[in-house]
């Protein structure tokens, strides 16, 4: 596995990867390939092994640490790299990666970010997969022309068609590019060939997120939401809540509170919640359960990106009931109105929270419906074997080539 960070399970993709690894123990053994986080201290680096220990070790037989480098250039051999990939290609990611591929039967290479290695692992004659957590950077309209306003934002077309030939291009890189939905899948495929694309929805360990958390619900009543806000769009959808529909609900709800719980919060998101009442800021969690057990609604305000989110489904586990956007939700298989509320209008968004916290029985009814939409669909111990049958046919082939030609 070919990670730009270690994958401790407290944000989406990285949550993704550890489930996947440990629930396929038993079938394959992994090992992981990643970029050392820089300690602050030696209390930080304490810390480090700490998690290691807790979280890597029992799932990777073995764990190889590069440390990062200077961002690199926009073109390495001349191929383009987007801007958010260049600070994690190294020369020394890229060695590495040689001299361990003989040890391996598949490479797996997770994000986009980390693609670029791609070229090389093809050179190195092993089945290579790619996971596409999140195609929305490709997506004109939901990415780029989202992030900025005025004229400015179209400045940044050439960039984004750059983007779209640099995913084609990599795509031949690989053997099989995973997705979290046919939405992606429809996506990429007017980019590269349907046939090379494979979906594996992201799931939830059901065991682990249940309604039964031993944590009664806060009083007052919270909202909250969970992200790893150095990615653009959650940062996006806090700052968004904050500025133009807090203000509604808060208005109307004087005593509700607000919990933005999650990895590194960004700067903007700490200063759009500076000194507004009844809204706080929580930093890395090792659990966020409790945070979801005692909140009354899961609100997600997402307006970018693509693929399944995690935390959506997180929520549902829970027995928690969800508000979104029709954009978070369109790769589920909920029915808004019945599984969870979708409200794109700022007004329409503050409504649904509002009708929410005045209707307890509506709460605990949509929780309950999105427990079984859990159950029924992204149960990871199911979603799991798909990537290992993935994982098993391409070992095969593999096997077949090497007999072949010996």
């Not at 990666?97 to 039967?105: C, H, I, P, S, V």
């Not at 030939?165 to 990599?170: L, N, T, Y």
């Not at 500025?243 to 509170?257: C, Y």
């Not at 993935?390 to 090497?402: C, E, P, Q, R, W």
Request: glycine share 8%; with cysteine.
């Amino acid at each position: 596995m070919l990670t730009p960070g270690p994958p401790y399970p407290w944000d989406g993709g990285s949550k993704r990867i550890h489930s996947l690894c440990r629930l396929l123990a038993d079938r394959f053994r992994f090992s992981l390939l990643t970029f050392r986080p820089p300690a602050q201290d030696i209390t930080q680096a304490a810390l480090d092994l700490q998690k290691q220990a807790l979280y890597l070790d029992p799932v990777f037989e073995a764990i190889h640490w590069v440390e990062p480098e200077e961002p690199a250039p926009a073109r390495i051999d001349g191929i383009w790299i987007p801007p958010d990939a260049r600070r994690f290609y190294c020369l020394r990611m890229e060695e590495r990666l040689a001299a361990l591929a003989g040890t391996a039967d598949i490479l797996h290479v997770e994000f986009e970010l980390m693609a670029i290695y791609g070229r090389r692992a093809r050179e190195l004659g092993r089945p290579c997969i790619l996971t596409q957590h999140d195609t929305g950077s490709l997506s004109l309209f939901n990415s780029y022309m989202r992030e900025m306003a005025g004229w400015g934002k179209f400045a940044r077309i050439p960039e984004w068609l750059k983007r779209r030939v640099f995913a084609r291009r990599s795509a031949d890189w690989f053997d099989r590019i995973v997705v979290m939905s046919e939405a992606d899948q429809n996506h990429l495929a007017g980019i590269i060939r349907r046939g090379h694309i494979q979906v594996i929805p992201t799931g939830v360990d059901l065991e682990h997120f249940h309604p039964d958390a031993g944590v009664p619900p806060a009083s007052p009543p919270r909202l909250v939401y969970v992200g790893h806000y150095p990615h653009f769009p959650n940062e996006d959808a806090v700052l968004h809540f904050l500025r133009r529909i807090w203000p509604r609900i808060r208005a109307q709800s004087p005593h509700v509170e607000f919990h933005i719980v999650g990895s590194a919060p960004t700067p903007a998101v700490r200063r759009a919640a500076q000194g507004l009442s009844g809204v706080s800021i929580t930093d890395t969690v090792p659990d966020v359960r409790p945070q979801l057990a005692a909140a009354a609604i899961f609100v997600a305000p997402l307006r970018l990106g693509c693929g399944i989110k995690g935390k959506i489904l997180e929520a549902f586990a829970m027995g928690l009931p969800v508000v979104t956007t029709r954009l978070a939700a369109a790769g589920l298989q909920a029915v808004p109105g019945r599984d969870l509320v979708v409200a794109d209008s700022d007004a329409d968004f503050a409504a649904s929270v509002l009708q929410l916290l005045n209707s307890p029985q509506a709460r605990a009814r949509l929780g309950s419906r999105g427990r079984e939409v859990a159950r029924a669909a992204y149960d990871w111990r199911r979603l799991a074997g798909r990537l290992g049958d993935l994982y098993a046919g391409l070992a095969n082939t593999s096997s077949k080539s090497d007999k072949n030609a010996a």
